[in-house]
């Protein structure tokens, strides 16, 4: 069982459509990361946030927009996507920024 | 040349063998290497984090060779439930949080 949580699981949605992923974490981690992984290949970067502050974003497009409301909360607006987008967008939290990731189990999006 | 380079494999090999898997990296400023473990259709798993001295974990070794820009992963007496694809992961640079994922090394554990 993961300690980070993500819903919804899977997601299927429409390229006008707007929705939001989640993601939770109870450990006290002070980093939050969202990725995105298309079939066999690995986990890309999207966003890292530290202390609840936008760290890093991996030049993704505006259509994805993260929000971070607090120490134990992270989520992702989606709005516009596009078929390319249909991936599994993963969560991950570490202690501090150079440890260790924990990731959640993902939410599967499919964008039609 | 790729940031984290791995042999993608498949790795086919009988119970109880034992396998190793490389991994180099581009960025000698790195600090930080694990190696993670992902089944198919799920997320990645930490197996184990990297150092110089080198870390045991029951029938799993690391070594990291900061020279060489090499990491390792041996496994001994391979299980089939080992069979997954594992993940050499390094952080871009130091304390930034930014993971660079290897392609991974598929392994396949057979009766």
């Known amino acids: 069982d993961t300690e980070v949580t993500q819903t919804p699981k899977h997601l299927v949605m429409g390229m006008t459509n707007k929705k939001s992923l989640k993601c939770e974490q109870h450990?006290?981690?002070?980093?939050m990361y969202w990725y995105k992984q298309k079939a066999k290949k690995p986990p890309e970067l999207m966003f890292v946030?530290?202390?609840?502050?936008?760290?890093i974003n991996e030049s993704v497009p505006s259509r994805f927009s993260p929000e971070c409301p607090n120490s134990s909360l992270l989520n992702l607006h989606l709005h516009a996507l596009q078929p390319e987008d249909s991936a599994l967008y993963l969560c991950?939290?570490?202690?501090?920024?150079?440890?260790?990731?924990?990731f959640g189990d993902g939410t599967r999006l499919s964008i039609l | 040349r790729k940031e984290v380079e791995q042999d993608p494999g498949p790795f086919n090999v009988p119970e109880g063998a034992t396998v190793a898997f490389n991994c180099t990296y581009s960025?000698?400023?790195?600090?930080?290497f694990f190696w993670y473990r992902q089944d198919c259709r799920k997320e990645p798993k930490l197996l184990m984090s990297?150092?110089?001295s080198g870390n045991e974990d029951g029938r799993f070794t690391a070594q990291l060779n900061r020279a060489s820009q090499y990491i390792s992963l041996l496994i001994r007496d391979s299980k089939l439930s080992d069979s997954a694809t594992y993940l050499c992961?390094?952080?871009?640079?130091?304390?930034?949080?930014?993971?660079?994922f290897g392609q991974g090394t598929t392994l396949q554990v057979k009766p």
């Open positions: 991950a939290s570490s202690q501090e920024m150079n440890q260790p990731q924990h």
């Open positions: 450990m006290g981690h002070r980093a």
């Open positions: 946030y530290s202390y609840e502050k936008l760290s």
């Open positions: 960025n000698s400023a790195s600090q930080s």
């Open positions: 990297v150092y110089s």
């Open positions: 992961v390094v952080e871009s640079s130091s304390n930034t949080g930014k993971l660079i």
